[in-house]
Structure formats: structure tokens, C-alpha cells
């Protein structure tokens, strides 16, 4: 295992003042956040919050998928979720990108055929985000009394945009 070497050294620093032993796995602020696997987002951060605080779930592009609205649910009602964010982001390769394009960068890296690997490019931010704040709000395990925002992350500014 000697390729992780370096990230297990690491994690050895980590545990020697680890102190959330025992801590249960509740969303103590209450939130959910659904966004991009994207390296320059840093969920918890950009929020205030720290660790323990909220469920995160992340996939290229920050959308509510089926396994997203099943972390959702159970969130909801088994781990203290009150407040759900839904947050793509600007520049992101989902939606800067045509599925064509992403199939030809890959099979170029790949030195193989992409052409059968599926990717959720996104053509309209903002018309997917309206629609994946919808998905959260009309699912059926969802109360009304969950609080659902859509929020675009300015990766140069670090700033969050309400949609509408
Ligand atoms: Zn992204």
C-alpha cells in the first residue's frame, strides 16, 4: 500500500488529536448541502460551519439525483436536516462542457472508446438548478417544513448567489 503512504502518514497526524470519537452522525446545524465534486468548493467552509455539522453529498455538476434525493430523505428524517441547499457552481465542466466534448477529452486520456460513458452535462445552470430545487420540494418524503435553497458558487469570489 505503499502509493497512500503519504495520506496515511497524515491521517496518523490527524487521529493523534482527534477528539470526535464517540460523536453521533446528526447534522447538529440542521443542514443538508448537494453540490459539485468540484476541488475549489469547500462546503462546510463557505458556509461557517465545521465538522458534524451538516450531510453533504457531492456529484460532477451538484445535482439532485436519485441517490442524492435518497440522502435527502434520510437526512431529513433520520439525521436532523431542516435546511437543504442545493449548489452548483461557476466554471464548472458540467456545464462548460458539451457531452461530446467530455467523451473526447476522456477517450483522448483514456487511450480508449468514451463513447458509451454517460456524463450529466448540464445546458441551462440555472434552469437545472430551478428544476432540482423542485425535485427536493415536490418529493413526497419531503415535509414543507424543510427549508429548500438553490445558490450559485462563485468559485472566484467565493461568494453564494440566491436563485430567486
Ligand atoms: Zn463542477
Known amino acids: 500500500m505503499a502509493d497512500f503512504d503519504d495520506l496515511i502518514a497524515a491521517n496518523r ?3 493523534d488529536d482527534f477528539d ?4 453521533d452522525g446528526v447534522a447538529h446545524a440542521g443542514i443538508a448541502i448537494v453540490t459539485c465534486m468540484d476541488s475549489r468548493i469547500d462546503p462546510l467552509r463557505m458556509l461557517g460551519l465545521r465538522q458534524g455539522d451538516a450531510k453533504i453529498f457531492r456529484n460532477p455538476g451538484g445535482r439532485v439525483t436519485p441517490q ?88 472566484d469570489t467565493g461568494l453564494l448567489q440566491p436563485r430567486g
Open 13 to 15: 497526524a490527524f487521529a
Open 20 to 23: 470526535l470519537g464517540g460523536f
Open 68 to 155: 442524492a434525493l435518497e440522502a435527502l430523505v434520510l437526512g431529513v428524517h433520520l439525521l436532523g436536516v431542516e435546511r437543504i441547499l442545493v449548489v452548483p457552481h461557476t466554471r464548472c465542466a458540467m456545464t462548460d462542457h458539451s457531452e461530446a466534448e467530455l467523451r473526447r477529452k476522456v477517450g483522448e486520456s483514456a487511450g480508449a472508446d468514451a463513447s458509451w460513458q454517460h456524463f450529466g452535462v448540464v445546458e441551462d445552470q440555472l434552469a437545472a438548478l430551478d428544476e432540482d430545487v423542485a425535485r427536493v420540494r415536490s418529493h413526497p418524503l419531503i415535509p414543507d417544513t424543510v427549508l429548500v435553497g438553490g445558490f450559485v458558487y462563485d468559485v
